[in-house]
């Protein structure tokens, strides 16, 4: 029963967030608000209703007034309201193409100028990557999973190479962070929260790769940051 309020509730808060996050950018044409209000109310209140704590360890490891490419690990559902809610400045992330089409979420995804990608076509793909570096270059930060997808089994996949020849591409440094917790909070296939403290750890900016060579070890660098701070 308690589980069916914690749904509920998060549902009708995202719902009512996202409605008035609209209504602001239709009067006000500004989309940082709408992710200021992603952050600081969404978040948080999506955290509440399924009863996470949140600890946050690092945001000193980078300045707040440049852009950066944020890579993180993924566990479930709700590693973006924790990110969003751990990571103080707005985020912009890559999204599958199918969510465009969800009601609410789509549209605000659309509204905020998040980036769709269309996985099936390999040109769209690419297409999208160099749309998420101009964002980048504007002074915009951009979270990215590089796993590519959620781990079911709690360990660390293997970090596919886009988000980094991104970082390349753009001269954007990548800041590792490491979530733990939220595997626990809301397992994979499962619609029932559990009460669980959830921990973001935020490591220090590494400059990307000059060279396409050095993307593997550039990749590898991240990759073994995030494992890390996970212990």
Known sequence: MISFFRVAFILFWTAFMITSALLVMLFTFNRKIALVMARTMHGPGVLWGAGVTLKVEGEENFPH???FIFASNHQSHLDIPCLFTAIPVNLHFIAKKELKKVPFIGWFLWA??????DRSNKKKAVESLDKAGEIIKKGKNVIVFPEG???KDG???VFKKGSFMLSSKSNIPIVPVSINGTDKALPSGSKRFRPQQVTVSIGKP??????KEDIPQFIEEVRNAVQQMRG
Not at 112 to 117: A, V
Not at 206 to 211: D, L, N, R, S, V
């Open 65 to 67: 007034d440049q852009p």
């Open 112 to 117: 905020t100028g998040m980036i769709f990608l």
């Open 155 to 157: 360990k660390l996949g």
């Open 149 to 151: 997808t959620r781990q």
């Open 206 to 211: 590494i400059a990307p790769a000059t060279k």
